[in-house]
């Protein structure tokens, strides 16, 4: 789950990282308050689920799409900017007047940068916060690494700018430590941070505070991951977080309730926010045309692989996972057929502890419920495959049987092409 920069801010500071002062607003009158509440010198971002920010440009729904071809095609010029005539989701502001304005223009529009896709994301709210004298911007963040089985921070020099750019250009340049899960944190990690990107004196004391309440916030809110970037070394010699990314885990919000209650749902993909209400939790929805319904990961990812191989493209990942309950089958075609791109679906269950004839069920059961229009392709192997047969035998339904599956895979690209 993503929270915005406003809500990660708010996290951050309760664990002790400074962060520069400012609120969210949702009007411009809200921006212009918070503006002279800070001295009017502030700048305004657009709060969305998104990077690329100051570099996307703001456009009417009809306008995404061109926009961010635009913006793919020929980012040098229709980049957005924080000043000038091509202006993006960040801008400067030196008086309250100026935010207000500057929150007028943001509010209600959709933003388009790399990072949204062509659909863009609209803005319903804005962050105002004091403008920051920055002498020298740094990256820091903390996540949990699946290969070291720790959690581990890393630090870059190289601040305010895309940390994957970074990493392909300089990867020397991006520092790792990792935090022994026995041992937990030490200040020696953030002295060793310090040293390696140069800190000395107070500043590297600041620094170091820093890491152990980014770390702080890593364990404390169950996140995959907690951002800064940049943190800025400010002319005054203060050491803060001028922007703040924060995604918790899902497993975790069962014990996250607080967290749980900041869900922005509408950032999320309907589809996949309606599975999840569904008790689909493994849903991801994908711009192609033919529908997966799979067991398994593993098997997801392969089927999805075999159809682009047969010529398709897949509209979703869904893993059915282990499952033995003919609903779930049913709640998983509903979601599928709600996507208007979806020309067909192919079910390709590998049953060992999901047995094949629950299966068959739900799929008999989803044609009982609903009006399918489009051509289902199943390839069904394992548990009760002979019980799962009769069922679909006796129910007459004129579903496309295949037994391998790349065969599976062709028969669906070949029915989504017939549609």
């Not at 959709?110 to 916060?129: C, D, F, M, N, R």
């Not at 250009?169 to 899960?181: L, Q, S, T, W």
């Not at 209650?261 to 493994?282: H, I, S, T, Y």
Request: hydrophobic share 45%; aromatic share 4%; net charge negative.
């Amino acid at each position: 789950m993503k929270l915005h920069e406003y809500q990660a801010r708010d996290l951050l500071a309760k664990n002790g990282v400074p962060v520069t002062a400012g609120r969210v607003a949702a009007t411009p009158a809200e921006a212009r308050k918070i503006a002279e509440e800070l001295g009017g010198k502030v700048v305004v971002k657009a709060q969305i689920h998104a990077g690329g920010r100051g570099k996307g440009r703001l456009v009417e729904q009809a306008e995404t799409a061109e926009m961010y071809q635009k913006l793919v095609s020929d980012p040098e010029n229709y980049s957005g900017k924080v000043r000038g005539d091509r202006v993006g989701g960040v801008r400067l502001a030196d008086t309250p007047e100026e935010a207000e304005q500057a929150a007028a223009a943001i509010l209600g529009k959709y933003l388009v940068s790399i990072q949204t896709g062509p659909e863009g994301k609209l803005v319903k709210h804005v962050l105002v916060a004091e403008q920051t004298d920055i002498a020298k911007e740094y990256y820091l963040a903390a996540i949990i690494d699946g290969m070291q089985g720790c959690p581990l921070i890393m630090a870059s020099a190289e601040g305010g700018q895309e940390i994957e750019v970074v990493a392909h250009r300089n990867p020397e340049a991006i520092v790792r430590m990792p935090v022994p899960p026995a041992a937990g944190y030490s200040p020696y990690i953030g002295r060793t941070l310090a040293a390696r990107l140069g800190f000395t004196g107070d500043q590297a004391d600041q620094f170091g505070r820093v890491v152990e309440g980014l770390y702080r916030t890593l364990m404390a809110t169950d996140a995959s991951l907690v951002e800064i970037n940049p943190l800025a070394l400010t002319t005054d010699g203060r050491v803060v977080a001028v922007d703040a990314k924060l995604n918790i885990d899902d497993n975790a919000l069962f014990r996250q309730k607080e967290l749980a209650a900041m869900r922005d749902l509408d950032e999320e993909d309907p589809l996949e926010v309606k599975a999840q209400q569904l008790g689909v939790a493994n849903f991801i929805k994908l711009d192609g045309n033919i529908g997966c319904i799979v067991n398994g990961a593993g098997l997801a990812m392969a089927t999805m692989d075999t159809i682009k191989l047969a010529g398709g493209e897949p509209a979703n990942f869904l893993d059915i996972g282990t499952v033995n309950d003919p609903q779930r089958v049913v709640n998983a075609m509903k979601v599928i057929l709600e996507d208007p791109a979806v020309k067909a679906i192919l079910v390709n269950i590998f049953g060992g502890m999901a047995r094949v004839d629950i299966i068959a069920q739900g799929v008999i059961e989803a044609h009982r419920q609903m009006k399918i229009d489009v051509p289902v392709v199943m390839r069904l192997v394992g548990t009760n495959l002979a019980e799962g047969e009769q069922l679909i035998q006796e129910s007459g339904l004129p579903l496309i049987r295949a037994n391998g599956l790349f065969e599976a895979a062709k028969k669906a690209v070949e029915a989504a092409n017939a549609a």
